[in-house]
């Protein structure tokens, strides 16, 4: 099966790396690069944080999904925000418009590498742990991925290279 290289869309947890390899790739390929969370921020006039708070979890995730199933792109590195995958159409949508990458990420990495959850609009239900999330999240992450790229030992920039090789090879 070959890539649609069109778009790909980064999925993952927070802290997967999608925004920074995002960024990467789109410059080493030429490709614009489309930050959902900053697309979602930008359309309401609030950060996600503030939206979470005033709409709660499911308006978030309501707004998340219209705006990430709405997404253009063409030639473009998208990264949706990591509960982008709640979402039903939005992950039709993406995966109609391009490749999706899973961007995997071991639970301990994922622990070193997370700062303020709040300050992230992690979407984290009240009494779930973070350990939760991720056992809930994998499974859909592995469900829409078209790829999955496993970050163990990796750096951005490994990943960036594995991806990019991806797209010019076209070996998918």
Not at 30 to 48: A, C, M, S
Not at 138 to 159: C, F, M, Q, R
């Amino acid at each position: 099966m070959k890539g649609n290289w069109n778009n790909i869309t980064l999925i993952g947890m927070p802290a997967a790396g999608k925004s920074t390899v995002g960024v990467l790739l789109a410059k080493r390929l030429g490709y614009q690069f489309i930050d959902t969370d900053l697309v979602i921020q930008h359309e309401e006039g609030r950060l996600l944080k503030e939206i979470i708070a005033t709409e709660g979890l499911e308006g978030f995730m309501a707004v998340e999904n219209r705006v990430n199933s709405q997404v253009k792109g063409g030639r473009a590195i998208i990264a949706p925000g990591g509960s982008v995958i709640y979402g039903k159409e939005a992950m039709e949508h993406l995966s109609e418009i391009g490749t999706v990458v899973y961007l995997k990420l071991s639970y301990e990495d994922l622990e070193k590498r997370l700062g303020n959850l709040v300050d992230r609009g992690v979407v984290l239900r009240d009494g779930m742990t973070l350990r939760d999330l991720y056992e809930e999240r994998v499974p859909l992450y592995e469900k829409y991925a078209d790829i999955t790229i496993d970050e163990s030992g990796k750096n951005s920039g490994d990943v960036v290279d594995q991806l990019r090789k991806m797209v010019e090879s076209d070996i998918l």
